[in-house]
């Protein structure tokens, strides 16, 4: 009886000890018929993957949607803003408190609490393996109220941080009939990070568990669901999915070629005195990551075997390189092997100065290669947009003038999608081409409907994608007073701080002498109605105030 008594002494959050259980109120208005997960059992393709269309997620508060607040890929929060805070321990036992009182009464006025708190955060990813600890320290008991509590917070909330919350808890809760809605939830790259951990302990298959979670997502989930699964006990055919398909990604190969690389054997299947195209081809995209230096993450000083694998690369680019992309990716590996002359790492790497003269001969011999400029001229006229990019490296490498076929392209289809013709078309332009460009830019791009008022926005939402091509079309404007001034205008009365920055730049290029009327009043009403500090502060100078 004495010990019963204890039991029921709990302190409140505030550090005062109560006794006795709670008073009930009304359920905690927080469920929802529109969580998280039927929003995503709803978005499911056939394939099992997510629409494009569910990346935002119910809750998504409108200024990020709109482009006016910086907007977060889903799960980069949590792999940026993982740090301690001051108080982490003072949080973590009030948060402790209000769980026991949930576990022990079914206190629904703690539920709320509990709720109101986690989701009253931006994050709880530094939280949940300390308030974790602290709960199994407590002894608080699942059941009968908490473990129901903790599968509502995961499946019908439609808050982020209480969804998170209840798959980490279910996670540790060793409650395997969880986990295929776990794997659902897992499929947004919000929760990825959640269901790996999830998955790595309630399943009784987590290698392949996890591998098909990870054919399933693209971004920053994937790149952290990858990286624990590539140094697990994995079998071959995994391995070859981490070559051809494991370090692809939404956000940037570069955090997860290594590791791919590495665990998934690139240099033994090289080994091979042939391979097919498509090995080939993750070859190219995997040593394009590795061998910048100082990049995101590992890269080819690393690589125990660098010289080996770049050795039989170069081998079967004698006969497989035939793209712009691979013209390129061998120029990035004789510039690199250049620069490696000078300062031969360690001999466990395997370069060793005849090596490295070998390999620059090959190089030079197969970028001699004569059938190269008529196939960069190939890629640049009727190539796909995605490798524009290498056609256009290729083509400055051997001197090709690359303008008319952007300007061309541009003008085929300016809603592409690919803005860097934009790019393409203003960089190193003469004087005709930037007035054609201008005057084409002013007939395809609705800038008038950018002007409705200075704002702070970061201009990245849907509804601002429109005005994307002024980032490279108003710089170009600098030395050519009064051409494009009506976008100038537009952009000076635009919600788009960044483009107000930039139109101003072009007015000081122009000097005062070349402000219109419509510039100078325009520059008086920014005074007056400019948000941005640092942006006003420009303004006035430029207005002498």
């Not at 905690?28 to 394939?47: C, M, P, V, Y």
């Not at 009939?177 to 987590?206: C, M, P, Q, R, Y």
């Not at 494991?246 to 998934?264: E, P, R, S």
């Not at 009327?517 to 942006?535: D, F, I, S, Y």
Request: glycine share 6%.
């Amino acid at each position: 009886m004495l010990n019963w008594f204890k039991s029921i002494f709990i302190k409140n959050t505030d550090g005062k000890t109560s006794v006795g259980p709670p008073v009930f109120i009304n359920p905690a208005d927080w469920k929802s018929e529109t969580s998280i997960f039927s929003f995503l059992i709803a978005n499911i393709q056939d394939e099992g993957k997510l629409k494009d269309s569910s990346i935002d997620l119910p809750g998504t508060p409108e200024d990020e949607l709109n482009g006016k607040k910086l907007k977060f890929a889903p799960g980069l929060f949590d792999a940026l803003f993982s740090g301690g805070e001051d108080d982490i321990d003072v949080k973590i036992h009030a948060l402790a408190e209000l769980l026991n009182r949930v576990a022990r009464f079914g206190d629904q006025e703690c539920e709320m609490e509990f709720y109101n708190r986690i989701t009253g955060r931006d994050g709880i990813i530094n939280i949940i393996d300390p308030l974790l600890d602290e709960i199994g320290k407590m002894g608080i008991p699942l059941q009968p109220y908490l473990m129901p509590y903790i599968t509502d917070l995961a499946f019908k909330s439609a808050h982020r941080n209480a969804v998170k919350f209840g798959m980490a808890v279910l996670g540790r809760s060793g409650n395997r009939k969880a986990l295929d809605g776990i794997k659902i939830l897992g499929l947004h790259e919000e929760f990825t990070v959640f269901a790996t951990l999830a998955i790595i302990s309630l399943s009784n298959d987590v290698v392949n568990d996890l591998w098909e979670l990870a054919k399933k997502t693209d971004g920053w989930g994937k790149i952290q669901l990858v990286d624990r699964l590539a140094k697990m006990e994995i079998n071959e055919e995994i391995k070859d999915w981490l070559i051809y398909e494991g370090y692809k990604n939404n956000i940037m190969y570069d955090y997860l070629a290594y590791t791919c690389a590495v665990q998934g054997e690139l240099s033994k299947k090289l080994r091979a005195d042939t391979i097919n195209p498509a090995l080939f081809q993750s070859a190219v995209e995997i040593i394009e990551c590795l061998i910048p230096i100082n990049g995101p993450a590992e890269d080819i000083s690393d690589l125990a075997d660098a010289a080996y694998m770049l050795e039989r690369f170069l081998l079967h680019a004698k006969t497989h390189a035939l793209t712009a992309r691979h013209f390129v990716i061998l120029g990035i590996i004789q510039e690199y092997l250049v620069e490696l002359q000078n300062n031969i790492p360690e001999p466990s790497q395997g370069f060793t100065e005849d090596m490295i003269t070998d390999c620059l001969i090959d190089i030079a011999e197969m970028l001699g290669n004569k059938q190269w400029p008529p196939r960069i001229l190939v890629s640049l006229e009727t190539g796909p947009v995605s490798e524009f990019y290498y056609a256009v490296t290729a083509a400055n490498t051997l001197q090709i003038n690359t303008w008319k076929f952007a300007w061309q392209r541009l003008q085929a289809d300016h809603k592409q999608g690919c803005y860097l013709l934009w790019s393409y078309v203003t960089c190193d332009a003469n004087e005709a081409q930037i007035k054609a460009v201008a005057e084409y830019a002013m007939q395809v791009i609705p800038y008038k409907e950018l002007a409705t008022g200075p704002d702070n926005d970061m201009g990245f939402g849907p509804v601002l994608a429109h005005f994307q091509p002024l980032g490279y079309i108003l710089p170009a404007l600098a030395l050519y007073p009064t051409l494009g001034e009506p976008m100038l205008l537009a952009a000076l009365n635009g919600p788009v701080t960044r483009y107000r920055n930039s139109a101003l730049n072009v007015l000081k290029n122009w000097g005062k002498d070349n402000w219109s009327e419509a510039v100078k009043k325009q520059l008086l009403q920014l005074k007056k109605t400019e948000p941005n500090e640092n942006t006003l502060k420009v303004v006035m100078e430029m207005l002498g105030a």
